[in-house]
């Protein structure tokens, strides 16, 4: 079935009521955090991004553990380990995830629920970043982080990790993330960690010319292109614009990367996603800079398709990314 009806892109998606109501809460809560002084309402988002701890003991077949890089700048990530097949080596996912570069943690349940369910379906090992977020802190620091939690990993590998096996993952802003930091890593030397491919789940891209599916997919679950404004204008440098190359990878200011030692990837894309036209122009620019790219397009899915266990999108997707990590 496609995503579209009669020549017009269909804008309401067949999901749940309790998807619609969850997502719904997200959108009200999360564009009411948002001041006009460029600030957050932290403790208000506190009513709707509820943090679970790491787990002692295992949970659904998988360990977690919290260890701390940085203090000062809260540099940290959780570790997710599947207890079963002890003596097997595992591919290692580094995951960021999602929330407009403005919101969330690697703690919020809904990524410890989606990172757990990684660990313990693929299977392999994640380690979730808790990066820093705008507006307290620009543009490149979520790039930055990332890359020091590649370094860490390549001098103090995981228990049971094959640091040969190592994607680089994301979804949403983590998605963006997820490619800068590939790219920013591919011109640094490691000693024992291979990057054998990068995985963007619906990543953020942006750019000041609006797209035809940000235009016809207004009111789309999730996606809210003012709040996607305000967090651009939060986290790229004062002064910039959303074709800021850090936003807009192929723009008019972005730069050559065909030289670039830049792996395999797999982009995921939704067909109810305002975001879908930006996610299939960055396809298109990588596979233009020679770059290899497997495309996974779900025509009826709505962005963070894969939070919701329910929805048959996200079973196809786990089957997908499986056969990426095992296949290489």
């Not at 943690?105 to 299977?123: H, I, N, T, V």
């Not at 999730?222 to 192929?250: I, M, Q, T, Y």
């Given at each position: 079935m496609s995503g579209t009806a009669g020549g017009e892109l269909r804008t309401s998606p067949k999901v749940p009521w309790k998807i619609r109501f969850l997502l719904a809460t997200f959108n009200a809560i999360s564009n009411a955090c948002l001041r006009r002084n460029g600030t957050i309402n932290r403790s208000l988002m506190k009513l709707i991004d509820f943090k679970v701890p790491?787990?002692?003991?295992?949970?659904?077949?998988?360990?977690?553990?919290?260890?701390?890089?940085?203090?000062?700048?809260?540099?940290?990530?959780?570790?997710?380990?599947?207890?079963?097949?002890?003596?097997?080596?595992?591919?290692?996912?580094?995951?960021?995830?999602?929330?407009?570069?403005?919101?969330?943690?690697?703690?919020?349940?809904?990524?410890?629920?989606?990172?757990?369910?990684?660990?313990?379906?693929?299977?392999?090992?994640?380690?979730?970043?808790n990066y820093r977020l705008a507006p307290e802190y620009r543009f490149p620091s979520p790039y930055e982080d990332g890359v020091d939690i590649l370094k860490f990993i390549d001098e103090n590998p995981p228990e049971k990790a094959d640091l040969t096996r190592f994607y680089v993952a994301g979804d949403s802003a983590g998605g963006n993330i997820a490619h800068h930091v590939t790219a920013m890593a591919a011109e640094h030397d490691f000693r024992n960690l291979k990057i054998a491919g990068a995985v963007l789940i619906?990543?953020?891209?942006?750019?000041?010319?609006?797209?035809?599916?940000?235009?016809?997919?207004?009111?789309?679950?999730?996606?809210?292109?003012?709040?996607?404004?305000?967090?651009?204008?939060?986290?790229?440098?004062?002064?910039?614009?959303?074709?800021?190359?850090?936003?807009?990878?192929?723009?008019?200011?972005?730069?050559?990367i065909s030289g670039l030692k830049y792996p395999k990837s797999l982009v995921f894309i939704g067909g109810l996603d305002p975001l879908r036209d930006r996610q299939k122009r960055y396809c298109e620019g990588m596979k233009r800079n020679g770059k290899e790219v497997k495309v996974v397009d779900y025509p009826n899915a709505i962005h963070g398709f894969y939070a919701f266990p329910e929805l048959p999108e996200t079973t196809l997707f786990l089957k997908e990314l499986q056969e990426f990590i095992y296949s290489q």
């Open positions: 790491p787990a002692d003991k295992p949970v659904n077949g998988v360990a977690t553990a919290d260890t701390t890089l940085d203090p000062s700048r809260n540099l940290w990530f959780r570790y997710f380990r599947p207890t079963s097949g002890e003596n097997e080596n595992l591919p290692i996912i580094i995951y960021f995830h999602g929330g407009g570069l403005v919101f969330l943690s690697p703690s919020s349940k809904s990524y410890d629920d989606l990172c757990r369910r990684l660990a313990g379906e693929l299977p392999a090992v994640v380690v979730s970043v619906q990543p953020l891209f942006g750019g000041e010319e609006r797209t035809e599916s940000e235009i016809q997919l207004v009111g789309a679950p999730l996606v809210c292109l003012k709040r996607s404004d305000w967090s651009w204008k939060a986290f790229l440098p004062e002064g910039s614009d959303r074709d800021h190359p850090a936003a807009n990878v192929f723009g008019p200011k972005s730069s050559d």
